[in-house]
């Protein structure tokens, strides 16, 4: 079965600052990964995916994950923190269970704080 | 394209009554799915559809009835609302259920509370 785990349920960093949300995973067979966001009293929006080749993704409002498979990580970078930054973050991985692949697993999220 | 849509937005509802929750795409999406997010858990996935006619168990399915008679709608059934049912419920599709094209796309979710 696969897991995901996001550490640290709450990051609170200063305005300008850099975002590391970390993201650890397990998968019996090659991973699909993705980060997702979600502000208030909204749905999920997709950030980025990595699927296969490059391991460094980027994706959009500056945010961007490297893939490192030694490690089974998944981490979320930003180099400089904005107030519109605030938000809830999940990391997922594409599960599968024996028929195939059924969905995503999620991390139980990581809350953004940014200070002033 | 709406996207992703989901009804009613919020819901209250009596220990034992049952209701649906609404969802329809139009992407032409092959999978749908039903999550629900409850604080410090995450999502957890429900039921989910591959195609019209096919429907599986999630996680979490106990207390839920999906079917899927066309591409564009996926409906959740409570059957008997209990309080632990209280949560809010995202609705998601994508073109397909694996590979590279699993970017699921996430409706703007319905507030059930049950008393």
């Known amino acids: 079965a696969q897991s995901v785990t996001q550490l640290g349920s709450h990051v609170s960093v200063s305005e300008g600052a850099l975002v590391l949300l970390r993201c650890n995973y397990s998968?019996?067979?090659?991973?699909?990964l993705f980060w997702y966001v979600q502000y208030p009293n909204q749905g999920l929006q997709l950030l980025l995916k990595y699927t296969t080749g490059a391991t460094l993704v980027k994706g959009i409002n500056g945010f961007e994950a490297e893939f490192k498979k030694s490690e089974t990580s998944f981490h979320l970078t930003k180099p400089s923190a904005h107030m519109s930054d605030a938000a809830e973050y999940f990391c997922a991985v594409t599960s599968y269970s024996g028929g195939g692949a059924d969905g995503l697993t999620f991390g139980k999220g990581t809350h953004l704080i940014i200070q002033p | 394209n709406a996207g992703v849509t989901q009804t009613p937005k919020f819901q209250v509802l009596k220990t034992g009554q049952s209701m649906t929750l609404q969802c329809a795409q139009d992407m032409n999406h092959e999978y749908m799915s039903w999550y629900r997010q409850d604080p410090g858990m995450g999502l957890r996935l429900i039921h989910y559809?591959?195609?019209?006619?096919?429907?599986d168990q999630g996680e979490v399915p106990n207390g839920y009835n999906v079917s899927r008679s066309t591409t564009e709608d996926f409906p959740l059934r409570l059957l008997s609302a209990a309080p632990s049912q209280t949560s809010v419920y995202f609705c998601?599709?994508?073109?397909?259920?694996?590979?590279?094209?699993?970017?699921?796309?996430f409706g703007p979710g319905t507030r059930l509370t049950v008393l």
């Open positions: 998601a599709s994508s073109l397909t259920s694996g590979g590279a094209r699993n970017e699921q796309f």
């Open positions: 998968s019996s067979v090659p991973p699909y």
């Open positions: 559809s591959v195609g019209a006619g096919i429907t």
